[in-house]
């Protein structure tokens, strides 16, 4: 079963328009991190957004937020007032803790986002 | 500060030549990871260590590949002998200690292609 879920391939929005990047993910264990990350065309992957399992807050950095619904198992990226440089492949990732030691990254499929003028 | 460098930046070899991949992560970061992206499979984990010991390399393909950590600061990935398949970008990512909440830092990657 997959662990993190992005059905979006791809899509649209356009410049200072609000859009939401979907992800679900499947887990059994109670501790567990949630992550997004940009992978622009020149390739390297920025780490945007955290939450924790345990946050009772929707993580907020900048423009985006999370929307985590934990009982639906969805962490949603939004990015509000969208730009041009926000064109990009857009990660969501899951931590889990495992058996307590450092625990490895599992990513979704990824979601390409264009913004339009 | 410096993030995770990797070298070389580029790699073009002949099939069945040995391949050397390079990654120095985040001073203080005690877990480092190897992963490979492809259009096909996307980004795939072949590998981590937590100070320094593997602790999960059920991702790496074959026994062609191996990695080794022999300090805090520097971590290789090896292929021998290459093929054509092993084409990809190989990221390494470092963190810094913790269970669940620590992001992975990614290093720019090494574009390799094997003809």
């Known amino acids: 079963a997959q662990k993190i879920t992005q059905t979006q391939p791809g899509m649209f929005v356009q410049e200072k328009e609000a859009v939401t990047l979907d992800c679900t993910y499947d887990t059994s264990d109670p501790s567990y991190g949630l992550f997004w990350y940009k992978q622009p065309s020149s390739g390297e992957m920025i780490f945007l957004i955290y939450?924790?399992?345990?946050?009772?807050q929707n993580a907020t950095e900048g423009r985006y937020s999370l929307n985590f619904q934990k009982a639906r198992k969805s962490a949603n990226l939004v990015i509000s007032a969208s730009q041009l440089g926000d064109s990009a492949m857009y990660f969501c990732a899951m931590r889990e803790t495992d058996t307590g030691t450092a625990s490895k990254l599992t990513f979704g499929t990824g979601t390409r986002l264009q913004v339009t003028l | 500060d410096a993030g995770v460098i990797q070298s070389p930046r580029h790699e073009v070899t002949e099939m069945g030549q040995e391949v050397t991949l390079r990654c120095k992560p985040i001073?203080?970061?005690?877990?480092l990871f190897w992963y490979r992206q492809t259009m096909m499979r996307g980004l795939e984990l072949l590998i981590y260590?937590?100070?320094?010991?593997?602790?999960?390399d059920s991702g790496m393909p074959e026994d062609r590949f191996s990695a080794k950590m022999p300090n805090a600061s520097f971590s290789t990935l090896k292929i021998q002998p290459s093929e054509p398949r092993d084409s990809a970008v190989y990221f390494c990512?470092?963190?810094?200690?913790?269970?669940?909440?620590?992001?992975?830092?990614f290093g720019n990657g090494t574009r390799l292609t094997v003809t």
């Open positions: 939450q924790g399992s345990y946050d009772q």
């Open positions: 260590f937590n100070n320094n010991v593997p602790i999960d």
């Open positions: 001073s203080g970061h005690n877990s």
């Open positions: 990512a470092s963190s810094l200690p913790g269970l669940g909440d620590s992001p992975l830092h």
